[in-house]
């Protein structure tokens, strides 16, 4: 398999040959280059931590909406710091993984 990306929109296609057009933005194959070896394998090097990355900030979503629903039950004022604490360390930790998205997205290990 070959990796193509987009001139216009940087998208990357996956496929033995070039697309007609590209999936994201419609620009002519024209637009669609196959990208070098070294480059493609940069991407696949990364693909499994990028998903991991992923994965952490839907944890993290997932947290910060716990915890608000923690403080908006107000059980008492204990819980409530602990679900604020956790909200901003599950916010703290959502934009660590997104720093390190787009430190791959500028290194093109995307």
């Known amino acids: 398999m070959k990796l193509f990306k987009c001139s216009v929109c940087n998208y990357i296609y996956e496929?033995?040959?070039?697309?007609?057009?590209?999936p994201m933005c419609g620009a002519p194959?024209?637009?669609?280059?196959e990208l070098p070896e070294?480059?493609?394998d940069k991407i696949y090097a990364?693909?499994?931590t990028n998903g991991l990355h992923a994965d952490v900030i839907n944890m993290a979503t997932s947290i910060i909406a716990l915890c608000e629903d923690g403080?908006?039950?107000e059980l008492d004022p204990?819980?409530?710091?602990?679900f604020n604490k956790s909200k901003d360390l599950a916010w703290e930790?959502?934009?660590l993984s997104k720093a390190e998205?787009?430190?791959h997205v500028r290194k093109e290990k995307w």
């Open 15 to 22: 496929g033995e040959e070039v697309l007609d057009k590209c």
């Open 29 to 33: 194959k024209e637009k669609m280059s």
């Open 38 to 40: 070294d480059a493609a």
């Open 46 to 48: 990364a693909d499994f």
């Open 71 to 73: 403080i908006e039950d």
């Open 78 to 82: 204990m819980c409530v710091k602990i």
């Open 93 to 95: 930790i959502k934009q």
């Open 101 to 103: 998205i787009g430190n």
